[in-house]
């Protein structure tokens, strides 16, 4: 019986887990930005080896085309059409994550701002409300720097994306990725 071996190389980085892991993003891990940021690196794997991955998704299906089950349109569209997708869920995904630490955060940052109103005329605890107002200032700070982060693997992402499939267009009847691809 053949040993069951670890995927190396790139093919590790490009197949899919096979125990996929499910990640509850929660306030905590909002608050936490190394956990926040390794989070986003994650996700953005995809995006950092789009040029290995539209290789791999086109010899696919060439393979598949090759042993007789052909898809719709040549094997470039197929394997444009099966990226684009990924990409789309991809960045779906990251930016609900984001919108949702911003308002985690914003919130959290509000409710310091309360305290340090109700700090009254305590001066040690004036001192100590502000340096964690300052605190969450920085962490706030840090996450809408992920927005624009975003924005940016995005459109290095596209521009990619669009040097290899040149003539690849989202169907008008996927809302979602026409959204995406009008909005790069």
Known sequence: MPSKQPQLGSLAIQAPSLTPKTVHVSPSTCHDISVFKDLMNQYRKLDDTINMRLNRTTAQYRDRERSGLPGKGDVEEQACA???RELVANWSRRKEIVEYCVGVIDQSLEEKRQTLQNAGDDASAQRRAKGILYAEEV????????????TIVRKRTFDAFRSRCRYFEPPTSDAEARKWWDAV
């Open 82 to 84: 099966h990226v684009w």
């Open 139 to 150: 962490k706030r700070n840090q996450i809408h720097n992920e927005l624009t982060v975003e």
